[in-house]
């Protein structure tokens, strides 16, 4: 061979054995993630049947929606691993492009779930509130949820050497999807559900029966914000690590979660005008997000501001809502520190999962 002549690249087969699997196409990729969509808003318009009381059964109109996106997006993984098959029979679709593994049993253990959860369902009959969050059958459908939609976003991790080029399309919507279905798991702490800051705190001694009674549902209100800032932020910040995030990303998100949380109350609490509050606030934080990447701060700077700015903007927006629609009923203290404690905790968090990031602000 001729000095300096260049070697043309191995063209990567499409076949490959199931240890060797071939990476997932982008429009795979897309049509996983938007699959997954599809059976988390199924599952928020479930919770809104719930939620107004309606006639309910495991054979609902909200259910067949919700098992007939399973069923979709099975037979999406079902597909793409019957391309790269190597081997006739059944085993040939069970080897999905690399990341697709864990939905695949996610898909199983979903299915799984929902069989039980018509057993219990006729066993028990239909639970009602925080019961039906948390009964058995359902966390099964939860860790199953969870695994099913995390495909893009593994399949992304999976193709290391071009991580930061992976089109941003389905990996996005893959995180919304779960951090979504995370939200709903944790409705009864939702902020954009909780009606503590329009209840008054009164003043009684402390340790007496009136003051517990009292407090607890300011509590109860402050958990919901510091919860729902981590559903939202931790997310965000882990695709801010590790791509460059176009304008508009945190509106989509927090626009997301404010009209999820408002499809299961029906649009009762206020109406559209918190999505018109997470808008806002989505629109600012993106704008202040982009002026400090385009001065020149470091990527682990944006993160923690991304951590700190989105609670802070998100839940000032919501508590100036709540007065114009309702009337606040806390006080400037407890309304300002909700928000400031919100930030406080993400930004902590934020640290505590980059080490590196901790050791940089010690110093």
Do not use: C
Request: aromatic share 8%.
């Amino acid at each position: 061979m001729a000095t300096g002549q260049t070697v043309p690249a191995a063209r990567p087969t499409r076949h490959t054995s199931p240890g060797d699997r071939t990476a997932s196409t982008q429009w795979e990729d897309v049509g996983a993630a938007l699959l997954g969509l599809w059976i988390v808003v199924a599952v928020f318009v479930d919770g809104r049947a719930h939620w107004l009381g309606l006639p309910d059964s495991f054979f609902t109109p909200w259910h067949g929606a919700l098992y007939g996106g399973l069923t979709a997006l099975g037979g999406w993984l079902v597909v793409m691993g019957w391309r790269r098959r190597t081997t006739s029979g059944p085993a040939a679709v069970f080897a999905p492009p690399r990341g697709y593994g864990w939905a695949l049993t996610g898909a199983v253990v979903f299915a799984a779930g929902g069989a039980a959860d018509m057993i219990w369902h006729e066993i028990f009959g239909i639970e009602a509130g925080i019961d039906a969050l948390l009964s058995p059958s359902h966390l099964v459908l939860f860790a199953g949820a969870g695994m099913l939609l995390s495909g893009p976003v593994l399949a992304a991790r999976a193709k290391e050497g071009n991580l930061p080029k992976t089109p941003l399309l389905p990996i996005v919507v893959a995180v919304l999807a779960l951090s979504a279905v995370a939200a709903f798991a944790l409705s009864f702490l939702s902020a954009f559900l909780t009606d503590s800051p329009l209840q008054a705190v009164g003043d009684f001694p402390e340790g007496t029966p009136e003051h517990v009674a009292t407090e607890s549902r300011a509590v109860a209100g402050l958990g919901s914000f510091v919860v729902t800032s981590l559903v939202i932020v931790l997310p965000l910040v882990y695709l801010r690590r590790t791509w460059r995030l176009p304008f508009g990303i945190v509106t989509a998100f927090v626009i997301a979660h404010a009209t999820l949380a408002s499809i299961v109350v029906d649009f009762a609490f206020t109406g559209a005008w918190s999505i018109v509050a997470a808008a806002t606030a989505g629109l600012i934080a993106d704008t202040a997000l982009d002026i400090m990447r385009r001065s020149g701060l470091s990527s682990r700077v944006l993160t923690l501001a991304t951590a700190a700015v989105i609670p802070t903007l998100l839940w000032s927006a919501l508590m100036l809502t709540l007065e114009l629609t309702h009337g606040l009923q806390w006080s400037a203290e407890l309304t300002g520190g909700v928000v400031v404690v919100s930030a406080m905790v993400s930004v902590v968090i934020t640290l505590l999962l980059d080490r590196r990031e901790l050791v940089a602000a010690t110093r």
